[in-house]
């Protein structure tokens, strides 16, 4: 069975630093889909990013990217120049295609951005 | 503006008192799935449909029924709510294919007494 296992409960960053929050994953699957999802106390669920396994290259969308190491099964994501508005509870996120969309989550960073 | 609606956001309700929560789509999406999301626990899966009339469990289906009569709406109902499924709930839909991009309601937050 598949497991994503986030083992950071809480973190906290000043305002304008960078930061990391750390994801690892168990799947026999060779190919598959992770994701980064943000949760603000409006406890909305926002796609903050996502990678794709069979892709080498890391994923970057604006001041978020990842660490994606596919042999070690770790996926971290990186702020930088964190803002007040990260401030949020952070998902990592499995999924294997053609399946019916079934994310597997892990338990979840809240992180605090301090100005 | 392409969404997925839950109602009510909020309830609070008492043990064994039936109650139906409402999830739409209006993106044509043929997958739909709830979650429930628990402190330490993330979110995990309830049930997921993949079209009309095709339903299954996911990984915490007890004490939980769906159904899908219309391709836009996925009821979640509790028959007989207990404390234990106290809890926020969201429901998701997604385009199914290579890339299955899920689509999160607002969710629910539902407390049984």
């Known amino acids: 069975a598949q497991t994503v296992t986030q083992s950071q409960p809480e973190m906290s960053v000043q305002e304008a630093e960078t930061v990391t929050l750390s994801c690892t994953y168990d799947?026999?699957?060779?190919?598959?889909?992770l994701f980064w999802y943000k949760q603000p106390p409006s406890r909305q669920m926002i796609l903050v990013i996502r990678?794709?396994?069979?892709?080498?290259q890391n994923a970057t969308e604006n001041r978020f990217s990842v660490n994606f190491q596919k042999a070690a099964k770790s996926f971290s994501l990186k702020i930088s120049d964190s803002q007040l508005g990260d401030t949020a509870m952070y998902f990592c996120?499995?999924?294997?295609?053609?399946?019916?969309?079934?994310?597997?989550f892990g338990q979840g960073t809240t992180l605090q951005v301090k100005p | 503006e392409a969404q997925v609606t839950q109602n009510p956001r909020y309830l609070i309700t008492v043990t064994g008192k039936k109650l139906t929560v409402t999830c739409s789509q209006n993106?044509?999406?043929?997958?739909m799935s709830w979650y429930r999301q628990d402190p330490g626990l993330g979110l995990r899966q309830i049930y997921y449909?993949?079209?009309?009339?095709?339903?299954d469990k996911g990984d915490v289906p007890e004490g939980y029924k769906v159904s899908r009569k219309e391709k836009r709406n996925f009821p979640l109902i509790l028959e007989s709510p207990s404390p234990n499924q106290t809890s926020l709930y969201f429901c998701?839909?997604?385009?199914?294919?290579?890339?299955?991009?899920?689509?999160f309601g607002p969710g629910t937050r539902l407390t049984v007494l």
């Open positions: 993106m044509n999406h043929e997958y």
């Open positions: 998701a839909s997604n385009t199914g294919g290579l890339y299955n991009e899920q689509f």
């Open positions: 449909s993949m079209n009309v009339e095709v339903t």
């Open positions: 996120a499995f999924m294997t295609p053609g399946n019916t969309g079934k994310l597997i």
């Open positions: 990678q794709e396994a069979y892709k080498q």
């Open positions: 799947t026999s699957e060779n190919n598959y889909y």
